[in-house]
């Protein structure tokens, strides 16, 4: 199965840890936004896209390439890094998701995890989460990705 990754990683590295613990399990090529080739992607059998979170949105330069992406059809999954929980109402990964569904993509599911976090405040104390992604997390995007590899479904 050919996989692509898009992955914007900015702060810590923490969200290319998380993409290339799935890649592992993929075999897939991680890729930031800016090295993407939509040829690529529209050849690819699933394509994953995440960011570190940011004011409560996934990175600007991910979602922009979304958005420039052409119509297409394919399976796709969304993940994210984040300082604080995902509200169970309101998700990360939601616009993302919906913006890729009207790309044409069928989205089988999406992952998030807790992360270094040195935003404003939190950079008075050295940040919050200053372990995370830990190895827990890196585990469960592992479990993620064999799912999505096995296709077992919609995940979230």
């Known amino acids: 199965m050919k996989t692509v990754i ?13 993409a290339d613990a799935m890649a592992r399990v993929l075999g897939a090529k991680v890729v930031s936004p800016e090295q993407a080739d939509p040829a690529e992607l529209a050849g690819a059998d699933l394509v994953g896209f995440g960011s570190g979170v940011f004011y409560g949105r996934l990175h600007r330069r991910l979602t922009d390439f979304v958005k420039a992406l052409p119509a297409g059809r394919g399976r796709a999954f969304v993940f994210a890094t984040s300082g604080r929980p995902e509200a169970p109402r309101a998700p990360f990964t939601r616009p993302l998701v919906r913006l890729l569904e009207g790309k044409g993509f069928e989205v089988d599911g999406n992952f998030s995890c807790r992360a270094l976090d040195t935003w404003a405040p939190f950079k008075l104390v050295g940040g919050i989460n200053k372990q995370r992604p830990d190895a827990g997390d890196l585990a469960a995007a592992r479990e993620f990705a064999e799912r999505l590899r096995e296709g077992r479904g919609p995940l979230s």
């Open 6 to 18: 898009v992955c914007a990683s900015v702060s810590h590295g923490n969200t290319r840890r998380v």
